[in-house]
């Protein structure tokens, strides 16, 4: 199992980035795969879920209307698209999946954790 996260930048308050997510080793359409973000001097922090059979994706409060996950089979590819980019959202941003059974809220509240990460990409939001 392999991700492998990318499309991160420097980019001015307001703007946008779309993250992609490339999986290899299993297949999107099975398992939850999730985004996460870590910000300088802070925790680790769930961003956005997305599973085939969860009836809407998952997204933190911070980023509801802002963000969106979506995913593309053909390239077994999530995305990310990050728009109204806010100073806050400035972290590295990882994207995660574990080959179980669980829905993206037991992921993202964390009653269940994930066990296959990508190295991060980072997101600077900056005037």
């Known amino acids: 199992v392999q991700l492998q996260a990318s499309g991160g930048g420097l980019v001015q308050p307001g703007g946008s980035l779309r993250l992609s997510c490339a999986a290899s080793?299993?297949?999107?359409?099975?398992?939850?795969i999730g985004w996460f973000r870590q910000a300088p001097g802070k925790e680790r922090e769930a961003v956005s879920c997305f599973r085939n059979s969860d009836v809407s994706p998952y997204y933190v409060d911070s980023v509801k209307g802002r963000f969106a996950i979506s995913r593309d089979i053909d390239k077994n590819t999530v995305y990310l698209q990050m728009n109204s980019l806010e100073p806050e959202d400035t972290a590295v941003y990882y994207c995660?999946?574990?080959?179980?059974?669980?829905?993206?809220?037991?992921?993202?509240?964390?009653?269940?954790?994930?066990?296959?990460w990508g190295k991060g990409t980072q997101v600077t939001v900056s005037s």
């Open positions: 995660a999946t574990d080959l179980g059974v669980g829905d993206c809220r037991s992921y993202m509240t964390g009653s269940l954790s994930m066990d296959y």
């Open positions: 080793g299993f297949s999107l359409d099975r398992y939850a």
